[in-house]
T-cell receptor, first 118, second 112 residues
Framework: EAGVTQFPSHSVIEKGQTVTLRCDPI?????LYWYRRVMGKEIKFLLH????????ESGMPNNRFLAERTGGTYSTLKVQPAELEDSGVYFC????????????????FGPGTRLTVL | GQNIDQPTEMTATEGAIVQINCTYQ??????LFWYQQHAGEAPTFLSY????GLEEKGRFSSFLSRSKGYSYLLLKELQMKDSASYLC?????????????FGRGTSLIVHP
């Protein structure tokens, strides 16, 4: 079974440019999450999709970030325009299980996209 | 916010035992995960604790005390390949679901 995949693995852009990151979750996983890790800091939650709906986007830093999950399959995260502080590793994760379930809901992570904004 | 604290770095010898601690604020707690992350790779699931006590899985065990807001990951018979970052993540309610809050990770270095 294929795991969570992310594209690209690395992206180097200049301040003010636009970048779109893609995540393909494990097939059949309704829950999809985006996280970001800035160097030296912890992994931070950005948002959570259940199928195509945004369940929780409380972690999105500002309106320069736009996430979509059309059709409830893959997801994209667009940063426009990119700023220096957006540099970091962007992880995607997916899980089975119902949103709001109090039980164990294991998240499977992708390898991340390393974004560098110059 | 919910602070998750774990040591930044630990070193240990091959074949030894190491314990990595994690403390968190208890309000709203709904489960604790441990992940292993090798450099440049995805975090991979190691364990999940929601009730007090010890969960053992091969060379790895994880302990939880909900009243103390404390967990540890115990690694036995250390191998060189265990050198990695170990992430403690605690689930708290958020937006109608349960989202893990991560610690900064503990970088474990295993030497011969």
């Amino acid at each position: 079974e294929a795991g969570v995949t992310q594209f690209p693995s690395h992206s180097v852009i200049e301040k003010g440019q636009t970048v779109t990151l893609r995540c393909d979750p494990i097939s059949g996983h309704d829950n999809l999450y985006w996280y970001r890790r800035v160097m030296g800091k912890e992994i931070k939650f950005l948002l959570h999709f259940v199928k195509e709906s945004k369940q929780d986007e409380s972690g999105m830093p500002n309106n320069r970030f736009l996430a979509e999950r059309t059709g409830g399959t893959y997801s994209t995260l667009k940063v426009q325009p990119a700023e220096l502080e957006d540099s970091g590793v962007y992880f995607c994760a997916s899980s089975q299980g119902l949103a709001g379930s109090p039980g164990r809901v294991e998240q499977f992570f992708g390898p991340g996209t390393r974004l560098t904004v110059l | 916010g919910q602070n998750i604290d774990q040591p930044t770095e630990m070193t240990a010898t091959e074949g030894a035992i190491v314990q990595i601690n994690c403390t968190y604020q208890t309000s709203g707690f709904n489960g604790l995960f441990w992940y292993q992350q090798h450099a440049g790779e995805a975090p991979t699931f190691l364990s999940y604790n929601v009730l007090d006590g010890l969960e053992e899985k091969g060379r790895f065990s994880s302990f939880l005390s909900r009243s103390k807001g404390y967990s540890y990951l115990l690694l036995k018979e250390l191998q060189m390949k265990d050198s990695a970052s170990y992430l403690c993540a605690v689930r708290f309610p958020s937006g109608g679901s349960y989202i893990p809050t991560f610690g900064r990770g503990t970088s474990l270095i295993v030497h011969p």
